[in-house]
């Protein structure tokens, strides 16, 4: 059982806008930073969000992230069939001294 | 470009440590801007840090693998590696070394994030 929340899977049709959520707690979101990766099939995980909202260099700008209290929320605006990926959340968790990760969401393009 | 490559067995025996080299190129791993981690994906399933060195010899530990691990970064080399003792089945996993960039003062790297990870290598326990 993950330390972050996510949901299991979550779909959307090309062109629409798809959130995925990831819940913690005060000692990881609450307190710091949520990154998101993407993990296409097959292959490692990318970076796609980091910090306060940024995106590494070629990550276009239809990705987004949000955060409140110990909830944060990724955004993915004009879906494509090239986004059907595993999402992960991640942050630092003061209690565990340690990373934590979400367990993933399985993004369908319908 | 800098680039990761992780390296070592593809399978061990019940009982038997699991050790895996990463080898990075393009990058320093002497950088004093960097830790550098392994982080682990079981099949099938999720992603589950593993742990995190600084050069300097400064680790992190994910603390229900803290008894087993020990990461150890030979600069001469550049090169940082796992070691997991006593492994069962249920660390049949595909292990990835990846780069901790973070930004902030201080340790630990609270505003970090995995930057660059290596292709992933599958290990498989097994008799």
């Known amino acids: 059982q993950s330390v972050l929340t996510q949901p299991p899977s979550a779909s959307g049709t090309p062109g629409q806008r798809v959130t995925i959520s990831c819940s913690g707690s005060s000692s990881n979101i609450g307190t710091n930073t949520v990154n998101w990766y993407q993990q296409l099939p097959g292959t490692a995980p990318k970076l796609l969000i980091f910090?306060?909202?940024q995106r590494p260099s070629g990550v276009p700008d239809r990705f987004s992230d949000s955060k409140s209290d110990t909830s944060a929320s990724l955004a993915i605006s004009g879906l494509r069939s090239e986004d059907e990926a595993d999402y992960y959340c991640?942050?630092?968790?003061?209690?565990?001294?340690?990373?934590?990760f979400g367990g993933g969401t399985k993004l369908t393009v319908l | 470009q800098l680039q990761l490559q992780e390296s070592g067995p593809g399978l061990v025996k019940p009982s038997d440590s699991l050790s895996l080299t990463c080898t990075v190129s393009g990058g320093s791993i002497s950088s004093s801007t960097y830790f550098w981690g392994w982080i682990r994906q079981p099949p099938g399933m999720g992603l589950e840090w593993i742990g995190s060195m600084f050069y300097s010899g400064s680790t992190y530990y994910n603390p229900s693998l803290r008894s087993r691990v020990t990461i150890s970064v030979d600069p001469s080399k550049n090169q940082f590696s796992l070691k997991l003792s006593s492994v069962t089945a249920a660390d049949t996993a595909v292990y990835y070394c990846a780069r901790l960039d973070y930004y902030g003062s201080g340790t630990p790297p609270r505003r970090g994030y995995f930057d660059y990870w290596g292709q992933g290598t599958l290990v498989t326990v097994s008799s």
């Open positions: 991640a942050a630092w968790d003061d209690s565990l001294n340690g990373w934590v």
């Open positions: 910090g306060d909202s």
